[in-house]
């Protein structure tokens, strides 16, 4: 196990200098550069003008000697300056964005992954039954629906329909007003973690401020999340029960209660464990259509945006990343696979 | 047959079976009630931004969010228009427009005129003219932190928009640009050789400011750094110290820290990056609205929604008072959801402004496609025009909210000229047109003709524009139409912005990259110096037309020359004289307009959504430099709070 995981290590670093070759040419020849902006607003500039400004920008130069460059000063833990922000490309992706989308998707994961597995047995259980059509039915609606439109339709309802549409009746001589609270329509709160630090706001506040303005992105990316998880979950779980070493531990006379947790239900997980970890480059890459919609500072934008707006510093420091995250993660995963099923031995 | 049934082979009883549903279904519902409870425990701690009248604050919604702010003077960092469009709040220009387009002095004691011999006129040894105008500064103006503001500031700002290598956006106006100062409160500035734009105010203009007591000790740091490098050989190393340097000043971290200090109505609280900025009104600041500034907006909130279906959502769900100069689009402002929602709560006014619609035909006769077509021909321009039924497009799609162009100058540009010869819509006097230049219609209704070579060629013409603008999208189907019904075929050839306004693409239209007509907009300037369609200046001798000699730069990417138009142009820009120049403006307009070198469509109008009771957050096209609306910020204020009205939007736009 050691040497395949000294040997998987070893392979990693070919790999990675590869995607950023791959990553840093596809970036530089995307159409455009970084002066586009600069030309379209200033078109009084004159040739000599932009040409001193693509010598200062270093835009210049050729696309290897621009690569080396940048992996010169990558190794050195520099990934350069964002041209558009004002601030270190690393400081901005790691400090302020990733913090953010590991909230948020890490939540939307967890949430879905703690409702999907319970239904997934649930359906597994009772296959075939209405329980199962019904589960069935909206897991099918779940991830058919696009990410964008639901997004929009829970804004749509929880920030303007229910809250013009506030409940009041009377019972007798009482009479019962409530009236719903409109949910942010996107963003994140005013305060930092200094505020807690320095004791302006304490603890509790400053989380429940953040969870309220997570409330209506993470049930977007959990909803959907879910529906494809309880999928796995049940096909996961009906695989396993129709072994026979299921029928064996019944018929040895075990507890349904051991039969379903102790037996079948670890080894349906294994497949859930090693999913869950390939999907951890996607906690960190961020949803970016979900952030856009309820315009979430996170990391999916972050990369959205540097490569719209040509920031060729942050977009490399971001994808160079989650090249680096996939490439551990997927190793993770194996070496996960082969801890949960002992009949998993790597050489 | 279920899962359970199978199960049943192992003959469990039914009791049995029932208690492993029982637990089963258990499983699912506790991890639910868990999450309802989390929900309804995070809706209780519900809190929301307590905006508008009830703590005379004001929430601003946002589509972009500046990258900068304050301390980036020279934009080297970032150029954007919500930039502007906040600093209005925290840094007041020395000399600005008002609504009508006129100068007026914000924080100088008054703007300056030949009249009141504040502007001095000569002639320099080349025959160019050269201006001097002199300013004195308000002696009660004051930084946030109750240090004054004086020529130093001035002076700061000059000495680093000159310094060696400094990589400025507009280095024609560094070339030309010198200071004197005379006292901490008087100054002189002077450009030579000079144009009549060097007299408008707005921001940095004729000259700007900055904190010199924070920013020159790190600027002598900087400049230490800068002249040890050579400006050509370490042009990229200079341009990296100067980033840090302004970086130090403008970025939401520095700005946070405290490290700038502001002159406008409002100081900057917090900057959250990717949400808002939160502005808190200053309180050394000196220009006073009517009954005190206690009556006006203590708080400002830029919100920063990027998606602009989002954007929307947070004006219906009340979250957003007022929407920026950069916010909803046109079709949005006009979407039911907002306007049936308005009586009673907000305003939507659609500002005329100066972003000009129209559709530039390729001239140069280098490409084939050009002669074919004889695109070079006035005629045939004319004749396109005359197709082109841009009343009814303007009718159809905008509700005639957006103006119908005849000239690339704004109608609210004063040097417009109304008389411009109008192509109204007339598919006969097209049709005429057409038939006189030889084309004729084909057994396929497309009109064709026979070339001087002998081919016969039909007329099917190359349309171009950016892909993904639904508006412009829909007016090119419009418009294919209109030229289908005289016999014209068009090529739909439709990239995203990034590639159509690639200098390889939209500057090489002299080599035929693209052959036909290109849709899209320019911004017609209050600073209007005629470069849209100048082909080479016969004093100065510079080219606005991309060609290879000029290494394709300029913006007449059409290739349209006229001796004469550029002639008119070199004389306007440096007429300072209002009356005259604007007689040579009208000559321009009116050769232009005979010409037709290209099709000119609408101009664009900005929509705003004002909460009702919010006064003088008004503007017009080129209010407070290009249309924003806090142009005089420190007299925005809710009427509820006792604030007074100043300014009548109804006087610059529609609703």
């Known amino acids: ?347 | 047959m279920s899962t359970i049934e199978t199960i049943n082979d192992l003959h469990f009883s039914e009791g049995e079976l029932k208690i492993m549903e029982r637990r089963a279904t258990r499983l699912v519902f506790k991890p639910l009630v868990f999450s309802w409870m989390a929900f309804a425990f995070a809706v209780t701690l519900s809190w929301s931004v307590l905006a508008g009248p009830g703590d005379n604050s004001l929430v601003i919604g946002t589509s972009q969010e500046p990258r900068t702010l304050g301390g980036d003077f020279l934009s080297v960092i970032s150029n954007q228009a919500i930039k502007t469009e906040v600093q209005h709040f925290l840094f007041p220009d020395i000399l600005s427009v008002d609504l009508d387009s006129k100068d007026y002095a914000v924080l100088a004691t008054e703007a300056p005129t030949v009249e009141n011999k504040r502007v001095r006129f000569s002639d320099n040894a080349k025959g160019q003219r050269r201006v001097e105008i002199d300013f004195t500064l308000r002696s009660d103006i004051k930084w946030s932190d109750g240090k004054p503001i004086t020529s130093d500031d001035v002076q700061f700002f000059y000495e680093v928009g000159k310094a060696k290598g400094m990589p400025v956006l507009n280095p024609d106006y560094w070339t030309r640009v010198g200071l004197k100062v005379k006292d901490k409160q008087s100054f002189t500035v002077s450009f030579e050789p000079a144009y009549y734009t060097d007299l408008q105010g707005g921001p940095n203009a004729p000259i700007g400011y900055r904190p010199a007591h924070i920013m020159r000790a790190e600027w002598e740091k900087t400049k230490a750094a800068a002249d040890k490098l050579d400006s050509s050989k370490d042009a990229e190393k200079l341009n990296e110290l100067y980033r840090s340097f302004f970086q130090k000043f403008s970025s939401p971290e520095a700005i946070n820290k405290g490290a700038m200090v502001f002159s406008g109505p409002f100081a900057v609280k917090r900057w959250v990056p990717g949400n808002s900025i939160e502005m808190v009104r200053n309180k050394h600041f000196v220009l006073t609205p009517p009954g005190g500034a206690e009556k006006y907006l203590q708080k400002v909130v830029y919100r920063f929604i990027g998606n602009t279906n989002s954007l929307l959502v947070a004006i219906l769900g009340g979250q957003v008072d007022v929407t920026s100069s950069v916010a909803l689009t046109f079709d949005q402002a006009r979407s039911p959801q907002l306007t049936s929602r308005a009586p009673g709560r907000y305003d939507i006014w659609f500002v005329p402004g100066a972003i000009w619609e129209h559709i530039d035909v390729n001239k140069f006769t280098s490409v084939q496609k050009v002669k074919d077509l004889q695109l070079d021909n006035v005629k045939t321009r004319q004749a396109l025009l005359y197709a082109m039924n841009r009343d009814g497009m303007t009718k159809a799609f905008f509700d005639s909210l957006q103006l119908v162009a005849n000239t690339w100058i704004a109608p609210v540009n004063p040097l417009f000229d109304p008389n411009v010869i109008k192509y109204s819509y007339n598919i006969e006097q097209s049709r005429k047109i057409f038939a006189e230049l030889g084309w004729k219609p084909g057994k396929d209704g497309v009109l064709e003709r026979t070339a001087e070579d002998g081919r016969t060629v039909k007329f099917e013409i190359e349309f171009v524009t950016t892909a993904g603008n639904a508006v412009r999208e829909r007016a090119q189907q419009f418009l294919a139409d209109n030229f289908k019904q005289v016999g014209i075929t068009v090529k739909i050839n439709n990239a995203p912005s990034a590639v159509v306004f690639a200098d390889d693409f939209i500057q090489r239209g002299s080599e035929g990259k693209w052959t036909g007509m290109f849709m899209f907009a320019w911004t017609s300037s209050l600073a209007e110096q005629g470069n849209l369609f100048a082909c080479k200046d016969p004093v100065t001798l510079a080219t606005f037309m991309p060609t290879k000699e000029n290494n394709y730069q300029g913006q007449n990417v059409g290739g349209w020359c006229n001796e004469e138009f550029d002639k008119l142009r070199s004389q306007a820009v440096v007429e300072f004289d209002e009356k005259k120049r604007k007689e040579i403006f009208s000559k321009m307009q009116q050769l232009w307009g005979n010409q037709a070198p290209s099709l000119p469509l609408y101009f664009r109008s900005n929509p705003y959504v004002v909460a009702k009771g919010l006064l003088n957050f008004v503007t017009s096209a080129y209010a407070g430099g290009f249309g924003y609306p806090s142009w005089q910020a420190w007299t925005l204020g809710w009427e509820q709070k006792g604030a007074k009205k100043l300014f009548d939007q109804t006087k610059y736009a529609k609703k």
Request: charged share 15%; no cysteine; hydrophobic share 50%.
């Open chain 1, 1 to 347: 196990m050691i040497s395949y995981t000294l040997r998987r290590l070893l392979q990693i670093v070919p790999l990675l200098l590869a995607a950023s070759v791959v990553i840093f040419t596809l970036l530089t020849l995307q159409p455009g550069d970084p002066l586009d902006e600069i030309r379209q607003q200033n078109p009084q500039l004159t040739a000599e003008q932009l040409k001193e400004l693509e010598h200062a920008y270093g835009l210049d130069q050729p696309i290897y000697v621009r690569y080396f460059k940048w992996l010169g000063r990558v190794l050195q833990g520099d990934f350069g300056q964002s041209r558009t922000y004002a601030q270190p490309a690393a400081q901005y992706i790691f400090s302020e964005r990733m913090p953010k989308t590991l909230a948020l998707s890490g939540i939307a994961l967890l949430l879905a992954l703690m409702v999907a597995i319970p239904i997934g047995i649930l359906s597994a259980v009772r296959q075939y039954s209405l329980t199962d059509y019904s589960i069935t039915f909206f897991s099918f609606v779940g991830f058919s629906t696009p990410v964008f439109f639901l997004g929009i339709l829970l804004l749509y309802f929880f920030a303007i329909v229910l809250p013009e549409h506030p409940i009041n009746f009377s019972i007798g001589s009482f009479d019962i007003s409530w009236n719903w609270p409109a949910l942010p329509t996107g963003g994140r709160p005013n305060i930092f973690w200094s505020d807690v630090t320095e004791g302006t706001i304490n603890f509790f506040d400053f989380i429940g401020q953040w969870a309220y303005y997570l409330i209506l992105p993470v049930m977007t990316l959990s909803l959907i999340q879910m529906a494809t998880w309880t999928r796995f979950m049940r096909a996961s779980l009906l695989e396993v029960l129709s072994q026979d070493f299921i029928r064996t531990a019944r018929s040895k006379g075990l507890a349904e209660r051991k039969v379903l947790y102790k037996h079948a239900l670890r080894n349906s997980l294994v497949p859930i464990v090693t999913l869950v970890g390939l999907a951890i480059p996607n906690i960190f890459g961020g949803a970016v259509i979900t952030e856009t919609i309820f315009s979430y500072p996170g990391m999916g934008t972050a990369i959205l945006e540097s490569l719209t707006g040509k920031d060729y510093n942050v977009a490399m420091a971001a994808l160079t990343f989650l090249a680096v995250l996939t490439a551990f993660s997927t190793l993770l995963a194996d070496l996960l696979y082969a801890v949960v099923d002992p009949r998993i031995r790597y050489d």
